[in-house]
């Protein structure tokens, strides 16, 4: 009888050419049952096959490493693209400080301005005192 699921036992032995006759008869047998399992048992064996390789690791040489780091520091400094870039960060700068100390000039004028309102007003204007001892303007009428 063949069974639904894989007998993994049976495939490593089929993979390792240890199975017996039998065994390989069986793992065949229940590869032909279903395409998903014959597309298992190509997997295991793609596996098998490819756990064995060693990948050696590529052979460094600090010293070509180190100039062709450099080599790309001093043209991605030198490309237009970072010097445009480099203007924008600039004019974005200047701008903000521009804004800023119109907002404080500004600020310091009107300021001035308001106390000097406040003072023409109290001598042009009677004033009135309204409930909760608040003070108030009268209208002018003319």
Known sequence: ????????????????????????RYVLDWA??????QQTL??????????G?????????PETEWEEFKTRIKNHVSSPGTQ????????MIVTAGLIALAVIVIYFISRDRS???KQRLNHLTPQ???PYLT?????IKE
Request: aromatic share 6%.
């Open 32 to 37: 032909l049952v279903k395409p998903e399992n």
């Open 42 to 51: 190509q997997d295991a064996i793609k596996v098998w096959k490819h756990s």
């Open 1 to 24: 009888m063949i069974q639904k699921t894989p007998d993994w036992t049976l495939i490593a032995r089929f993979i390792t050419d240890n199975a017996s006759p039998e065994d390989r």
């Open 53 to 61: 390789v060693r990948v050696s690791p590529p052979i460094i040489e």
């Open 135 to 139: 003070r108030g303007y009268k209208p």
């Open 84 to 91: 445009r870039h480099g203007k924008v960060v600039r004019l």
């Open 115 to 117: 106390e000097q309102v």
């Open 128 to 130: 009135v005192l309204l």
